[in-house]
């Protein structure tokens, strides 16, 4: 992670947004992050990437249960000039937070202050962000990085919305999750970078009020559809949530999915999968699952079993076992269908709220994570 210095509304204009590293993966760290500039003078803090909340929060000097190695700091508003403390405190529950249990909330709580911040060489901004006191121990995503930069609801305590309110980007962001070179995937800031997708990105309105949301009309088994490939009917909208690393269904879809897949008798441990339990797999089972198609209105999202099958975790008994990376969300986020990094990691996901709608590109492996 460098430094860069600000830039114009020029350079935004010729390159479609400034993109940077972002490091994480969808076990063990379950979510995504990068690297903001906070304080005078500026100190680099790692924060993980959250579509599915609005605050910026950074692990505090002295916090109870916030992790400590490399690359977090502790944020010390002492040490910066333009700190000033805010009157009320901040205390924010999450969910999708507990890797063992979707819907368990998670807590971090402490005091407020204003402080300049800069991301991806936009900037500084004026930022209401939580000076992180204290984190309850079942905060698994946390356990790694310690802090989050929230990019919805617009508000004082959102970053990217400051930027855009102050003139510095256009109110676009992007990002893709892969493994390259140099990092684990890359976030775009002002706009979307075509050198992140692989051939044209594809728009579907953005149906959300209070998350982006996408409406899901149906799921396939296989792929294209058709008399052979089962269609579940759904018709309902799915949150985008950067912060959730697999995809969470509500419980009918979840019932209908499984009765759908596990009636090919052919699949070995399916409904011992679907029960959630971990089973080993050859390499040869796990191929001959199918295909998990969302479609989108004209947009089709598509899942290969390894995009649900999983190993790395925590409720498997060895590294060689796989569990289903598909959940029941029940209540979570409200609606209880949240599609989270394992379905966001093939895809170049842009979020342009000036034009309030979705965009999908299949993500250049090439590039992403490599740049």
């Known amino acids: ?59 505090g000097k ?33 969910q999708t937070c507990d ?4 819907t368990a909330v998670c807590t971090i709580s402490g005091p407020t202050y204003t402080d ?15 000076d992180i006191q204290k984190q309850t121990s079942n905060f698994d995503q946390f356990k790694e990085i310690g802090g989050v930069m929230g990019f919805t609801q617009g508000g004082s305590e959102d970053v990217f919305a400051q930027l855009v309110a102050g003139g510095k980007c256009d109110n676009i962001w992007a990002m893709c999750m892969h493994q390259g070179t140099k990092s684990n995937g890359t976030i775009t800031i002002g706009g979307a970078d075509p050198r992140l997708s692989n051939g044209t990105i594809h728009y579907v309105k953005d149906v959300g009020r209070g998350f982006h949301s996408v409406q899901v009309v149906s799921l396939t088994l296989g792929g294209s559809g058709g008399s052979s490939s089962p269609t579940i009917q759904v018709n309902e909208a799915a949150i985008l949530d950067t912060g959730t690393n ?20 052919s699949l070995t441990s399916c409904n011992e999968l679907w ?42 008994a060895s590294p060689d076992q796989y569990c289903l990376g598909i959940r029941d969300g029940g209540s979570a986020g409200g ?10 990691r093939n895809y170049y996901l842009v979020f342009d709220l000036e034009g309030k709608k979705i965009g999908w590109g299949n993500v250049n492996k090439n590039t992403c994570g490599s740049l």
Do not use: E
């Not at 940077?20 to 993980?48: H, L, S």
């Not at 916030?66 to 999450?94: R, V």
């Not at 800069?118 to 962000?129: F, H, I, M, W």
């Not at 697999?246 to 008798?265: E, F, G, R, Y």
């Open 335 to 344: 609606s209880g269908f949240i599609i989270g990094d394992t379905t966001m």
């Open 1 to 59: 992670m460098v430094h860069a210095g600000p830039r114009s509304r020029i350079h935004n204009i010729l390159t479609n947004g400034s993109s940077i590293p972002a490091g994480g993966a969808v076990w063990p760290t379950a979510i995504y992050w990068t690297t903001v500039q906070v304080g005078t003078p500026p100190v680099d803090f790692p924060v993980c990437i959250d579509s599915g909340s609005g605050d910026l929060d950074i692990s």
């Open 275 to 316: 029960s959630m339990k971990c089973v080993s797999l050859s390499d040869s089972t796990l191929l001959s699952y199918p295909d998990v198609t969302m479609n989108l209105d004209g947009v089709d999202l598509i899942m290969t079993s390894r995009d649900y099958l999983l190993k790395g975790s925590p409720l498997a």
């Open 116 to 130: 300049a911040v800069s991301l991806a060489g936009y900037g500084p901004v004026t930022v209401k962000l939580g």
């Open 246 to 265: 697999i995809l969470l269904a509500p419980t009918k879809v979840m019932k209908a999915l499984q009765s759908a897949m596990c009636a090919d008798s």
């Open 99 to 102: 890797l063992t249990d979707p």
């Open 62 to 94: 002295g916090c109870d249960n916030c992790p400590t190695q490399s690359p977090n700091k502790a944020y010390d508003p002492s040490a910066s000039s333009t700190a000033k403390k805010q009157f009320f405190p901040f205390s924010n529950s999450y």
